[in-house]
């Protein structure tokens, strides 16, 4: 009865788990440039602990995982690792039934990444009696267009000037695929040409002077075509040419006890005008913005080389016709040669007539004027033009003038004195002679009821070719004196003609 074979053995039942994963970001969009963060969450479902589950997870083709990290946040489980940065192999160990593993993984997703983001985690476990579970994936993300960002731009244009830039130089797209650039409205004081890719031409309106504006659309053509609208304020201004002249004056270089440093009796006596001499003189006419230039009591205190002698009178000419006058200034000229502006010290400013360039001239009220030869390059940056240069060519009306466009005095060119009738001739004798002028004025004057040859005219006069600030027809130091000895000894004077009328290297006005 006691047969062994009668009794069973205890069963053990076999270990068996079933594990499955789901991966998502939640969304089904993502940003070029930006960062993108998905879950994988591994589950045990049992009914037995899972004793070695491995997660592999690889980063999507062109993207890099920049960090994730692991929590049990059901069950039990053993984390080979809690967090690390690229692609991962991990290790899940003695996983309770239920137990819930929770991985967070952070994608960069480069700026220029175009295409779907798609990649797929793989899970194994040797005691899984289905491998192939079918929520182990997520579906692919597809990139959303973001719209572009358009920037309001300044620029500055000379009046007269032609501006051409883009407007999409500092606007953004990123995500594209290309911009696209419309006019919404003006400008209102100009003409534009405004292309597709923002590139654009802009011309003020003739003698328009101030601000203005237009307004333009900016498109990324994306999927949907975003746009976003920007103001572009240009500000059209006169344009200002920077000249240095130099020039001597003949009458002021009299009596300066040698050298080439002018006398400037005229700034001591206080005869120099504050406002500029030539508006209304005959033979000067102011163009452009020239004419009115003043000056303060102040500019006339410097008693050292440059120190004021007096105004000058300088001309910019047209490059295709040396006749045709532009633009000019009243300037100062110091004892040492500079002309400056109205400061006493800066450069002479043209204001108004465009970079290119121009024949310069330089003129006195009673002295003869003298022209470069060929244009010169002006800019915003100082040219200078040095007039007193006797190794520089000058420009002359009449072929036997050539060299002698204006005295030499010491070494360096001057510019004749004695134009006391505004003809442009110096003569001695004859005919509208200068002498005859001066000699009026003593006459005439309110102070010589006795009408003396010998009387003395103080003042700022034309008839003071020596600029000391008085006119003299006879006696030591006249005026009258210096007219004939430029004229009549004058190299171009070879009889020694006191009726020869030495002539200013100007062109001619048209029609004369």
Request: proline share 7%; net charge negative.
């Given at each position: 009865?006691?047969?062994?074979?009668?009794?069973?053995?205890?069963?053990?039942?076999?270990?068996?788990?079933?594990?499955?994963?789901?991966?998502?970001?939640?969304?089904?969009?993502?940003?070029?440039?930006?960062?993108?963060?998905?879950?994988?969450?591994?589950?045990?479902?049992?009914?037995?602990?899972?004793?070695?589950?491995?997660?592999?997870?690889?980063?999507?083709?062109?993207?890099?995982?920049?960090?994730?990290?692991?929590?049990?946040?059901?069950?039990?489980?053993?984390?080979?690792?809690?967090?690390?940065?690229?692609?991962?192999?991990?290790?899940?160990?003695?996983?309770?039934?239920?137990?819930?593993?929770?991985?967070?993984?952070?994608?960069?997703?480069?700026?220029?990444?175009?295409?779907?983001?798609?990649?797929?985690?793989?899970?194994?476990?040797?005691?899984?009696?289905?491998?192939?579970?079918?929520?182990?994936?997520?579906?692919?993300?597809?990139?959303?267009?973001?719209?572009?960002?358009?920037?309001?731009?300044?620029?500055?244009?000379?009046?007269?000037?032609?501006?051409?830039?883009?407007?999409?130089?500092?606007?953004?797209?990123?995500?594209?695929?290309?911009?696209?650039?419309?006019?919404?409205?003006?400008?209102?004081?100009?003409?534009?040409?405004?292309?597709?890719?923002?590139?654009?031409?802009?011309?003020?309106?003739?003698?328009?002077?101030?601000?203005?504006?237009?307004?333009?659309?900016?498109?990324?053509?994306?999927?949907?075509?975003?746009?976003?609208?920007?103001?572009?304020?240009?500000?059209?201004?006169?344009?200002?040419?920077?000249?240095?002249?130099?020039?001597?004056?003949?009458?002021?270089?009299?009596?300066?006890?040698?050298?080439?440093?002018?006398?400037?009796?005229?700034?001591?006596?206080?005869?120099?005008?504050?406002?500029?001499?030539?508006?209304?003189?005959?033979?000067?006419?102011?163009?452009?913005?020239?004419?009115?230039?003043?000056?303060?009591?102040?500019?006339?205190?410097?008693?050292?080389?440059?120190?004021?002698?007096?105004?000058?009178?300088?001309?910019?000419?047209?490059?295709?016709?040396?006749?045709?006058?532009?633009?000019?200034?009243?300037?100062?000229?110091?004892?040492?040669?500079?002309?400056?502006?109205?400061?006493?010290?800066?450069?002479?400013?043209?204001?108004?007539?465009?970079?290119?360039?121009?024949?310069?001239?330089?003129?006195?009220?009673?002295?003869?004027?003298?022209?470069?030869?060929?244009?010169?390059?002006?800019?915003?940056?100082?040219?200078?033009?040095?007039?007193?240069?006797?190794?520089?060519?000058?420009?002359?009306?009449?072929?036997?003038?050539?060299?002698?466009?204006?005295?030499?005095?010491?070494?360096?060119?001057?510019?004749?004195?004695?134009?006391?009738?505004?003809?442009?001739?110096?003569?001695?004798?004859?005919?509208?002679?200068?002498?005859?002028?001066?000699?009026?004025?003593?006459?005439?004057?309110?102070?010589?009821?006795?009408?003396?040859?010998?009387?003395?005219?103080?003042g700022y006069r034309a008839t003071d070719v020596n600029l000391d600030g008085i006119t003299k027809y006879t006696g030591f130091n006249n005026d009258v004196d210096p007219i004939f000895n430029v004229s009549v000894p004058s190299p171009l004077n070879s009889s020694n003609i006191v009726t020869f009328n030495l002539i200013e290297q100007l062109p001619l006005p048209a029609g004369e």
């Amino acid at each position: 009865p006691d047969c062994p074979d009668c009794t069973d053995g205890p069963d053990t039942p076999d270990e068996v788990s079933d594990i499955t994963t789901v991966k998502t970001n939640n969304t089904t969009t993502y940003v070029p440039g930006t960062t993108v963060p998905y879950t994988i969450t591994v589950t045990n479902n049992g009914p037995s602990a899972a004793s070695s589950v491995t997660v592999a997870d690889m980063a999507p083709a062109g993207t890099t995982i920049s960090s994730w990290t692991a929590v049990v946040t059901t069950g039990t489980a053993t984390l080979a690792n809690a967090s690390g940065t690229g692609d991962f192999s991990e290790l899940i160990t003695n996983m309770s039934n239920g137990a819930v593993v929770t991985y967070t993984v952070n994608v960069d997703v480069p700026a220029d990444f175009t295409g779907g983001l798609t990649n797929t985690v793989v899970v194994t476990n040797p005691e899984d009696p289905t491998p192939d579970c079918p929520d182990c994936t997520d579906g692919p993300d597809t990139s959303i267009n973001l719209p572009p960002d358009a920037v309001n731009d300044m620029f500055t244009v000379i009046s007269g000037g032609t501006l051409t830039g883009s407007v999409v130089a500092n606007d953004d797209s990123t995500d594209g695929p290309f911009t696209q650039v419309t006019l919404i409205g003006g400008p209102f004081n100009g003409t534009l040409s405004l292309n597709l890719d923002g590139s654009f031409t802009y011309m003020p309106n003739a003698g328009y002077l101030g601000t203005d504006v237009f307004q333009y659309n900016y498109c990324d053509g994306g999927t949907p075509n975003l746009c976003d609208a920007a103001i572009v304020t240009i500000t059209v201004s006169e344009n200002v040419l920077q000249l240095r002249p130099r020039a001597l004056l003949q009458g002021a270089l009299l009596g300066n006890g040698g050298g080439l440093i002018m006398r400037d009796d005229l700034r001591t006596e206080g005869y120099i005008p504050t406002v500029e001499p030539y508006s209304g003189l005959a033979s000067f006419e102011h163009r452009g913005s020239g004419g009115g230039e003043s000056i303060s009591a102040s500019v006339l205190t410097d008693n050292g080389q440059d120190a004021i002698v007096d105004w000058v009178f300088v001309e910019l000419r047209s490059a295709s016709d040396s006749a045709q006058v532009i633009a000019t200034r009243s300037a100062l000229l110091q004892r040492d040669g500079d002309i400056v502006d109205t400061d006493g010290s800066s450069a002479l400013q043209f204001v108004g007539p465009l970079d290119g360039s121009y024949f310069v001239s330089v003129r006195h009220r009673n002295h003869l004027g003298a022209m470069t030869s060929s244009p010169v390059a002006l800019s915003s940056v100082p040219a200078v033009v040095d007039f007193t240069d006797t190794g520089s060519d000058f420009y002359h009306r009449i072929p036997q003038f050539d060299g002698f466009e204006q005295a030499v005095v010491e070494g360096a060119y001057a510019l004749y004195l004695g134009n006391t009738n505004f003809n442009g001739q110096v003569n001695y004798a004859g005919q509208s002679n200068d002498p005859d002028i001066n000699y009026q004025a003593i006459i005439n004057a309110v102070g010589n009821p006795g009408q003396l040859q010998s009387y003395i005219l103080s003042g700022y006069r034309a008839t003071d070719v020596n600029l000391d600030g008085i006119t003299k027809y006879t006696g030591f130091n006249n005026d009258v004196d210096p007219i004939f000895n430029v004229s009549v000894p004058s190299p171009l004077n070879s009889s020694n003609i006191v009726t020869f009328n030495l002539i200013e290297q100007l062109p001619l006005p048209a029609g004369e």
